[in-house]
């Protein structure tokens, strides 16, 4: 099974529940970028501090800030493969992702790509609860990650790399449909 894994879809189509379920079953690091950031945060890293003081002021943090710190994760992993979850985030990213994977000897293995209906989206979304998912909010988020997503999703369709996996129905058969798309079986 392919190991060195990026999770692309809309918001509400499962990627971080998936991206757990992948990782825990095959012994693969999750790496989401949200997390990551506030772990180096947390303990106070050079790139932490960095960050921190790009967040404390409103800012998002510069692609080159999350790509050393994506960088230094994978570089201490070892052979034990990996999922990024919420980077890259569009083309720019993507094309300064691939030579740091290469430097490191990790290149990407496969892009799984989460499908799903927005009208299942919108009833998913809005069954969390929460306070800040209403049909406009969710709506607007669905716009922003096709206007900045969609590009991403021809670039790695277009290095053969993109699986595309039907994220409808309940958790363990779309695990088991990513896990047949990885397999090749």
Same mark, same amino acid.
């Given at each position: 099974?392919?190991? &060195?894994?990026?999770f692309?879809?809309? #918001?509400?189509?499962?990627?971080?529940?998936? =991206?757990?379920?992948?990782?825990?079953?095959?012994?693969?690091?999750?790496l989401? %970028?949200g997390d990551?950031?506030? =772990?180096?945060?947390?303990?106070? %890293?050079?790139?932490?501090?960095?960050?921190?003081?790009?967040?404390?002021?409103?800012?998002?943090?510069?692609?080159?800030?999350? *790509?050393? @710190?994506?960088?230094?994760?994978?570089g201490?992993?070892?052979?034990?493969?990996?999922? *990024?979850?919420?980077?890259? &985030?569009?083309? =720019?990213?993507?094309?300064?992702?691939? #030579?740091l994977?290469?430097?490191?000897?990790? #290149?990407?293995?496969?892009?799984?790509?989460l499908?799903?209906d927005?009208?299942?989206?919108?009833? /998913?979304?809005?069954s969390?609860?929460?306070?800040?998912?209403?049909?406009?909010?969710? &709506?607007?988020?669905l716009?922003?990650y096709? !206007?900045?997503?969609?590009p991403?999703i021809?670039?790695?369709?277009?290095?053969?790399?993109?699986?595309?996996?039907e994220?409808?129905?309940? @958790?363990? =058969?779309? %695990? !088991? /449909? @990513?896990?047949?798309?990885l397999?090749?079986s």
């Open positions: 099974m392919k190991k &060195r894994l990026l692309l879809g809309p #918001p509400g189509a499962g990627k971080g529940t998936q =991206a757990a379920r992948l990782c825990e079953q095959h012994g693969m690091k999750h989401s %970028t990551l950031l506030r =772990a180096e945060v947390a303990a106070g %890293t050079d790139l932490g501090k960095e960050a921190k003081a790009v967040m404390n002021r409103g800012e998002l943090v510069s692609d080159a800030l999350v *790509l050393a @710190i994506v960088k230094g994760q994978l201490a992993l070892g052979d034990g493969g990996w999922l *990024l979850d919420g980077f890259p &985030r569009n083309v =720019a990213q993507a094309e300064a992702l691939e #030579p994977l290469t430097e490191i000897g990790q #290149p990407l293995e496969a892009v799984v790509l499908e799903l927005d009208a299942v989206l919108m009833e /998913r979304m809005l969390r609860g929460r306070e800040d998912d209403n049909e406009d909010v969710i &709506r607007h988020r716009e922003v096709r !206007d900045k997503t969609a991403l021809d670039h790695y369709r277009q290095k053969g790399q993109l699986i595309s996996v994220a409808q129905g309940n @958790i363990e =058969a779309i %695990t !088991d /449909r @990513i896990q047949q798309a397999t090749g």
